[in-house]
T-cell receptor, first 115, second 105 residues
């Protein structure tokens, strides 16, 4: 079974440029998460989807970040314009509804460097 | 109080040692808890779920104490390959900052 697929793996952009990350969750997983992880820190939840509905976006900086999951499967996270402080690893995860005992499965992440 | 607090370590232990990590949480309604392992420059991977009755998987034991609102992970007979960062997870899902474990010969 394919895991959570993310692309690109690495991205280097200049500040003020836009950037987008893509995620394909595990087939059948209704819930999709976007996390940001800075060095030496745990992943920080940005947004959680249940099917196509964003049920928790309280930590998403909405002035520059946006996300969508139009058909309840793939998702895209966008930053426009990027700032130096956005450099981090962006992780996508998915789970069956409410995860229960099976936890959350992560993709390999996108390492973003803003210069 | 933060939703979840975790001692970042590092814990530096010799092979064969027993080491324990704790993680405290603030949301008393929390239901599903997990421990994840993260290797350097890799994504977090599920290590084990945590139940009130305890959960044991080989050398690893996870425990949940609802009264004191903490979860624990015990690693017995540490191996070099156990060197990693261990992240606790409470519903949100919210991750702790991770505890670094270094096992040396």
């Amino acid at each position: 079974e394919a895991g959570v697929v993310q692309s690109p793996r690495y991205k280097i952009i200049e500040k003020k440029q836009p950037v987008a990350f893509w995620c394909n969750p595990i087939s059948g997983h209704n819930t999709l998460y976007w996390y940001r992880q800075n060095l030496g820190q745990g992943p920080e939840l940005l947004i959680r989807y249940e099917n196509e509905e964003a049920v928790d976006d309280s930590q998403l900086p909405k002035d520059r970040f946006s996300a969508e999951r139009l058909k309840g499967v793939d998702s895209t996270l966008k930053i426009q314009p990027a700032e130096l402080g956005d450099s981090a690893v962006y992780l996508c995860a998915s789970s069956a509804l409410r995860a229960l005992g099976n936890g959350y499965t992560f993709g390999s992440g996108t390492r973003l460097t803003v210069v | 109080r933060k939703e979840v607090e975790q001692d970042p370590g590092p814990f530096n232990v010799p092979e064969g040692a027993t080491v324990a990590f704790n993680c405290t949480y603030s949301n008393s309604a929390s239901q599903s808890f997990f421990w994840y392992r993260q290797d350097c420059r890799k994504e977090p991977k599920l290590l084990m779920s945590v139940y009130s009755s305890g959960n044991e998987d080989g050398r690893f034991t996870a425990q949940l104490n609802r009264a004191s609102q903490y979860i624990s992970l015990l690693i017995r007979d540490s191996k070099l390959s156990d060197s990693a960062t261990y992240l606790c997870v409470v519903p949100g899902p919210t991750f702790g900052r991770g505890t670094s474990l270094i096992v040396h010969p």
